[in-house]
Structure formats: structure tokens, C-alpha cells
């Protein structure tokens, strides 16, 4: 394994492992979705780049496209739950409530 790979790869994996032991606000979970977006989008270039074909090069773009989907609704959650909840906590958060 590369360094280049090991970077990405611990990325990832340190963007997922904040996802998991890290819940406490809405913010640092959606931070930590998008970190790992990011790093996705840099492997997937430089793996295109690797490659040095045309057929792989519209992907990031479209991985692009899709982490900045994901980051607007994301945020749009994240005001309505403030607006609602008054806080961004996760354990003030019920799913079963109406």
C-alpha cells in the first residue's frame, strides 16, 4: 500500500470512526459525512488520474455533485431540527415522536 492510499484510507476511516463514537451533535456527525466524501473524491481523482483515461474522469465530478446534495439537506436538517428541538443533540432526538 502506497502512502497516498494509506492517507486516503486513514481518512476515511478516521471520518467513519467519528461517526461512530462521536454522536453527541448534529453538526460533528455531518461534519464527519462529508469528511469522508472528501476523502472519497480525492481517491476517486487520483485514481482517475492513475488510470490516464477519459472514461473514468466525469466520477468525482459526480461524487462531487452528490456530497454537496448530501451537505445542503444535511444542513437543512440540522436548522429544523434547531428550530423544533431548540438543540442539535442527538439524544434529544426522537424518531417515534410526532
Do not use: I, K
Not at 476511516?13 to 461517526?19: E, I, Q, R
Not at 473524491?41 to 490516464?52: D, M, N, V
Not at 436538517?77 to 424518531?95: E, K, M, P
Amino acid at each position: 500500500m502506497t502512502p497516498m492510499h494509506f492517507t486516503f484510507s486513514a481518512a476515511f476511516l478516521l471520518g467513519l470512526a467519528g461517526l461512530a463514537f462521536h454522536r453527541t451533535h448534529l453538526l460533528s456527525a455531518l461534519l464527519c459525512l462529508e469528511g469522508m466524501m472528501l476523502s472519497l473524491f480525492l481517491a476517486l481523482s487520483l485514481w482517475s488520474l492513475e488510470l490516464t483515461t477519459a472514461a473514468f474522469s466525469p466520477s468525482p465530478l459526480l461524487l462531487l455533485a452528490f456530497s454537496a446534495c448530501e451537505a445542503s439537506a444535511g444542513l437543512a436538517l440540522l436548522v429544523a431540527t434547531a428550530r423544533t428541538h431548540g438543540t442539535d443533540h442527538l439524544q434529544s432526538l426522537n424518531l417515534l415522536q410526532c
